[in-house]
């Protein structure tokens, strides 16, 4: 890990997690240990006491009893401005490409007021669900709506969550053959000259960075060669990740084979995203051989079970991938296809999913938790976040087992998992306690909700 890090300060102040229930340790045989207590040192874990009682003494204490501890959860895929339309009657019951259709019109006509509050709508809802670290992938850019990404980061840092904007776009309109209307389309030197400005302007590579930016060209239905090509190349020369929707729909694969004669990953693969630094949202329908390479080059799927059971789109092959070598994180997806944000959901979401395909075994409570811990963190490169362990940055859940909702729960980590979910008690951003008993202390959220509602009818007005 490195030694330089965003956020030092010379006399680091210490924040004691005392005598917490349960503790998540996902290399251990159940996945969590009992009875344990975290030492924070400024925006580190310092260290992890299990099954002992330290007798430190800190600037500010937590009584940890009757709760469990878990890795701030990392969602890797979203798109926050679809919480001004969520259930939108016209789409409720389409599948994906005539969701979309039907959807355009109304999200073209959004401005930044409305882009402001719905960012700070999903993450106020998504830090409520124990998330520390989220993407988001704002593709709608038009006339009026040029700097959604300044806005999206002004708003992180106020509310205070780790953010990976990843900048989005699309260049292939409906006149071109594309599926988006012409009018919410940029040309492609516009976009990239933009991806440039937000990576010099707010990319962060340190240790706890709290802003890395991404590249995410929409989707190959919406975005034309020479960008999806540019934008892989404009990101290997800046070192930041590459991100896209793929293989979500049998309607992508069919658009990809009578527009290009190949599947959604050989047309990515022609144009140079098979590596590392490249994580893909949905992922469902790759073959086994596919599977194989996205193993061998080291690419990651953000996993998105709500959205893809919602829209009817299909079942992503979890534990193929897992047991194949891709790595698989956790989404929640855009609030137009889910419609929440809300993590913990996401998570049972996963797990009760590959049980209706591969039985009760499929997929068990810790590898649920472990695909929107360690799983996500990796999809988003991330090597100081993911894990409750000594030196790594201080992100962290604690829920109240003692809820009425978790009552009588046995195992601490399958009563997580399977029962609820409710709030997290508290939340700990880099070493900052951003969520006490419940509520959220760095903005109000009636407030939010107010201005959110609003900006919402207004852009129905419209
Ligand atoms: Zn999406």
Known sequence: MGQKTSQQTKQEKTLLIKDLDALVDLSTLEGYVRKASILIRGNRIAKVYASELPHVKADQTINGRGKIAIPGLINTHHHLYQTLTRAYAPAMNSGLFDWLIKLY????????????????????????SGCTLTTDH??????????????????AREIGIRFHPCRG???LGKSKGGLPPDVITQPDDEILKDSERLIKEYHDALFGAMTRIALAPCSPFSVTRELMRETATLAKKHSVRLHTHLAETQDEEKFCEEKFGCSPLEYLEELKWSGPNTWLAHGIYFNSEEIQRMSRAGMSVAHCPTSNMRLGSGV??????????????????????????????EVKQALLLQRVVHGPS????????????????KCLGREDVGTLAESMAADIALFDLEELGYSGGCDPLGTLVLCGPTSVHTLIVNGKVVIKNHELLTFDVERIVRKHRAASAKLFRA
């Open 105 to 128: 019109p109304v999200w073209a006509k959004m401005d930044e007021d409305a882009i402001y509050w719905a960012t700070l709508a999903g993450m106020a809802e998504l830090m409520l």
């Open 138 to 155: 704002h593709y709608v850019f038009s006339g009026s709506l040029q700097r959604c990404i300044d806005i999206q980061i002004e708003a």
């Open 169 to 171: 776009s699309m260049s």
């Open 316 to 345: 992503a092959k979890v534990l193929e991938m897992r047991r194949k070598g891709v790595n698989v994180g956790l989404a929640v997806d855009g609030s137009a296809s889910n419609d929440s944000s809300n993590m913990l959901v």
């Open 362 to 377: 499929a997929l068990l409570a810790k590898e649920a938790i472990e695909l929107a811990t360690i799983g996500s963190a």
